[in-house]
């Protein structure tokens, strides 16, 4: 079977410091993947090589059968969770999200709002993003990277900031896109929701990842 993200002998520095060394790794589509280790230690650079936001200094990353960088630079198809999103303060939630998705142009408005629903922000439909809370924004950047049924999500701590009742409320929405086919990769600083949620789970270790689960 082939893999759906692959990484072979990668290496990688980032600000000087060597974060990974000949790294090789595959995911198979259609699990939840958990990657844990310390702050800095490089989780959130790993994702950015997985979706070309960043290259490796050596090797290369291959997504469904295509090396990033030779002919493609963003794969197809990713929902992304890494560093805070820059959302526009003036607008509301609901009109970042529209603007965000006349790029591709492929939903409606109903889906947006139904989105907004699904991650608990419904209620907020006409408030200003300046006014939202840390956890408000979270679910807004988890709307906006599954609103256009991202087959791939790359989620660098989804549940910072969010309330207990809305951290079961996106458990169960993961679990239900993972029902639906969606591979999704995520780090989180809490083990329950590793434990919960993960098929596999992985921990940057000696410059490279070792398979936990």
Do not use: W
Not at 29 to 55: A, D, E, P, R, T
Not at 127 to 134: A, E, F, H
């Amino acid at each position: 079977m082939m893999s759906l993200i692959e990484l072979r002998n990668v290496s990688k520095s980032f600000k000087g410091l060597s974060l990974f060394e000949n790294l090789s790794v595959s995911f198979e589509k259609g699990k939840i993947y958990g990657i844990v280790g310390h702050n800095g230690s490089g989780k959130s650079v790993l994702f950015k090589m997985m979706c070309g936001f960043i290259f490796p200094d050596q090797g290369s990353v291959i997504v469904n059968g295509e090396e990033l960088g030779k002919n493609k630079r963003f794969p197809k198809n990713f929902g992304i969770i890494i560093d805070k999103p820059g959302y526009l303060g003036d607008k509301t939630g609901f009109e970042n999200l529209r603007y965000l998705a006349d790029i591709q142009n492929k939903i409606s408005d109903e889906k947006i709002k139904e989105i907004l629903e699904k991650v608990g922000l419904s209620h907020t439909i006409m408030q200003k993003v300046k006014n939202y809370s840390l956890g408000m924004k979270q679910k807004l950047a988890i709307a906006q990277a599954i609103m256009e049924d991202q087959e791939i999500l790359l989620l660098d701590e989804p549940f910072n900031g969010l309330d207990v009742d809305s951290v079961e409320n996106i458990r169960d929405l993961l679990k239900s896109l993972n029902k639906q086919g969606k591979t999704i990769f995520l780090t989180s600083h809490n083990n329950e929701d590793i434990d919960i949620l993960c098929d596999h789970v992985f921990r940057v270790r000696n410059y490279s990842l070792e398979q936990l689960k």
